[in-house]
């Protein structure tokens, strides 16, 4: 678990390491909105993995997406709802390699258009998708099974 005072120094950590960057990084060609879904309240400490997709194995670049994007997303006749960026401030984003070793640890709340002007982290690391988490560091109180985070990823 990652300590909340020290998001930007870890964040800061990894942009010195050339582990991500937010700069210099074209496009990706291929580009997809990943829901995670929480089927009870987020708990402190509990990891959330995301559901399989299998078109996306290997992770460029992400960028959390706020209600300042899109508000809501159905599914199954069930209304999601995406939080503020001051939703995502107590969830740490676990980014593994193909060896599933934690090459990175960001907290969401930078990797929100807010806290970055609206451009997505690349990572200097493949990422292996299927084996990044979501971890909660402190209070989730504000969070229920009716929202969901939803990230624009870059493969």
């Known amino acids: 678990m990652v300590n909340y005072t ?5 964040y800061g950590a990894h942009e010195a390491a050339g582990l991500i960057t937010t700069t210099g990084r074209p496009s990706a060609p291929n ?15 509990k990891r959330y993995y995301f559901t399989p997709f ?8 992400i960028r959390a997406i706020t209600n300042g994007q899109t508000t809501s997303i159905k599914k199954n006749g069930t209304t999601y709802n995406v939080p503020t960026a001051d939703g995502y401030k107590d ?3 676990y980014l593994l390699d193909e060896r599933q070793n934690v090459c990175a640890a960001i907290p969401l709340n930078v990797l929100t258009a807010e806290a970055n002007d609206g451009k ?9 998708w299927r084996s ?24």
Not at 6 to 10: G, R, S, V
Not at 31 to 45: D, Q
Not at 54 to 61: C, E, H, Q, S, T
Not at 120 to 128: G, M
């Open 120 to 128: 997505p982290v690349y990572f200097n690391t493949p990422v292996e």
């Open 31 to 45: 580009k997809y909105l990943i829901p995670l879904y929480f089927n009870e309240t987020p708990a402190v400490g």
């Open 132 to 155: 990044c988490f979501v971890e909660f560091n402190s209070n989730t109180a504000s969070l229920t099974t009716s929202n969901l985070f939803l990230f624009e990823i870059s493969a």
């Open 91 to 93: 969830a740490v984003l």
């Open 6 to 10: 020290t998001y930007k120094e870890l």
């Open 54 to 61: 299998n078109d996306l194995k290997k992770v460029r670049g």
